[in-house]
C-alpha cells in the first residue's frame, strides 16, 4: 500500500540535511513508486501552519553536495509548543495541536524529522501525542544523546580544521598568540576534534573550565622552546573556573553585560594583559555550519536517510535512526528527548591531546 510521508528539517541547519532527505526519498519511490512525500516549509512552523508542498521525484535530485536545506528551517522553542499558534487569539489551538491537525487533515501516515537536540523534544511530544514519527539526527555539535556521529559535525570540523590550518601561517610569520572560536555552546566536541586536527597547543571546552593562568603557563612554556606563535581552539560555550561556579542566569546575565562580543575576545583581552606577544581572534561563526557536506557527512546520511525509509515501511515508529558501535540502530526517542552528549572527561581524545602537550587550561 502506498504511503504518504511527511518530511520537515528544523533547527540550525547544517551539512548534510539534503542528502539525508535525498536517502530517504530514494528508498521510499525505489520502493513503491506510488509513494508520496510532503515537504513541511521552515521546520515545525510549517507543520504548525500546514505550508508544505508535494515533493516531486526530481526535487530531491542534485542535492547530495548541496548544503543549507532545500525546505527551510526555523527554530521554534520546544517551551512555546503548549502556547497558542496566533497570540492574537488565545482561544485558538495551541502550537503542538496545530501540528497534531496539519498531520491528520494531509492524512500522514508518518513524519520524517531532521533535527538536533531541541527537535527531538518536539518530535517526541508528537510521537507521544499518537503521531508515527522518524528521526534522523542532525548537529554539527555531535551532542545528541543516543548516537556516537549526528550528521554535519563532519563536514564542520573539517570546515574549523581549514580555519586553524590557515591562521597557522599569520601566527607563525608575526609570532602572535590566535584564539580560533569554534562553535559548540553546551558540548566540546567540535573544538576537541578540530583543535586535534588543526594542531592547537590549547583547546578550551565547556566540559573542563579553565584557568588563564595555566594558559599563560603553557604559552610560556613554548615560548621557552623558541616556539614563535600558539594556536588556542575555545569552544563558544567554553567558561573559566570562575564561571563554572555560577548558576546558568548569572552566567547569562555576566555573558549579556559583557563588552565582548563572545568568549574568545574576553580571553583574548585577558591575556593581552599579561604577555608581551600579540593576542588576536578569528571567530568563523557559522561559515562552520556552509557549504558542501564532506563525503564522510553524504555516506552517513544516505545510511540513515535510508534506515528512516526503513523505519517508515516497517511501522517502526518513535525512534531516531542512530549510529551505535558504528552501525545505524533505531533509538527510543523517550530515551533520547532532552539528554546531552557531552565529551566525558576520560575520553581516549582528552588524553591523546593531553598525551600531546596540549593544554586544556586546567592544569600545569
Ligand atoms: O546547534 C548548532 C549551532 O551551530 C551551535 O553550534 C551554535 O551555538 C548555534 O547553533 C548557533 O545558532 P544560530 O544559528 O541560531 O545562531
Known amino acids: 500500500m502506498a504511503l504518504r510521508v511527511g518530511i520537515l528539517t528544523s533547527g540550525g541547519d547544517c551539512q548534510g540535511l539534503n542528502p539525508a532527505m535525498r536517502g530517504v526519498a530514494k528508498a521510499l519511490y525505489e520502493a513503491d513508486a506510488s509513494n508520496e512525500i510532503i515537504g513541511f516549509l ?3 512552523e510549517g507543520l504548525m501552519t500546514g505550508r508544505s508542498k508535494k515533493m516531486r521525484e526530481t526535487d530531491f535530485s542534485g542535492i547530495l553536495t548541496r548544503g543549507g536545506t532545500i525546505l527551510g528551517t526555523s ?3 520546544f ?3 503548549k502556547e497558542p499558534l496566533d497570540a492574537n487569539h488565545p482561544e485558538g489551538p495551541s502550537k503542538l495541536e496545530a501540528m497534531i491537525d496539519t498531520y491528520r487533515t494531509q492524512s500522514l501516515d508518518a513524519l520524517v524529522i ?10 517526541h511530544l508528537l510521537s507521544e501525542n499518537g503521531l508515527n514519527v522518524v528521526t534522523l539526527p542532525k548537529t554539527i555539535d555531535n551532542d545528541l544523546w543516543g548516537t556516537e556521529r549526528t550528521f554535519g559535525f563532519q563536514s564542520a570540523v573539517d ?3 581549514q580555519v586553524i590550518d590557515g591562521i597557522h601561517s599569520t601566527a607563525t610569520s608575526h609570532g602572535r598568540v590566535f584564539i580560533i572560536e569554534i562553535m559548540g555552546h553546551k558540548a566540546g566536541w567540535m573544538t576537541l576534534e578540530a583543535g586535534i586536527a588543526g594542531g592547537a597547543d590549547v ?3 565547556p566540559e573542563i573550565p579553565y584557568d588563564p593562568l595555566y594558559i599563560l603557563k603553557a604559552l610560556n ?3 621557552s622552546k623558541h616556539k614563535r606563535f600558539s594556536i588556542i581552539a575555545i569552544a563558544e560555550g567554553a567558561k573559566t573556573i570562575a564561571e563554572a561556579a555560577l548558576g546558568k542566569s548569572e552566567l547569562e546575565s555576566k555573558r549579556k553585560a559583557s563588552c565582548h562580543p563572545s568568549v574568545a575576545y574576553e580571553l583574548a583581552e585577558t591575556l593581552d594583559s599579561m604577555m608581551v606577544q600579540e593576542v588576536r581572534c578569528t571567530v568563523p561563526g557559522h561559515f562552520q555550519r556552509g557549504g558542501e557536506p564532506c563525503a564522510f557527512d553524504r555516506v552517513l546520511t544516505t545510511r540513515l536517510g535510508v534506515a528512516a525509509a526503513n523505519a517508515v515501511m516497517n511501522g517502526h515508529f518513535g525512534c531516531m535512526m542512530a549510529i551505535r558501535h558504528d552501525k545505524v ?4 526517542l523517550a530515551d533520547i528527548a532532552g539528554r546531552l552528549k557531552y565529551v566525558p572527561l576520560d575520553h581516549e581524545l582528552i588524553q591523546v591531546a593531553r598525551q600531546t602537550g596540549i593544554s586544556f587550561g586546567d592544569a600545569d
Do not use: D
Open 42 to 44: 521552515n521546520g515545525y
Open 75 to 77: 527554530r521554534q522553542p
Open 79 to 81: 517551551k512555546l509548543m
Open 114 to 123: 531532521l533535527g538536533g537536540n531541541g527537535t527531538h523534544k518536539t518530535a
Open 159 to 161: 570546515i574549523a580544521t
Open 203 to 205: 583547546i578550551l571546552i
Open 221 to 223: 612554556r613554548r615560548e
Open 329 to 332: 540502530e533505531p533509538m527510543p
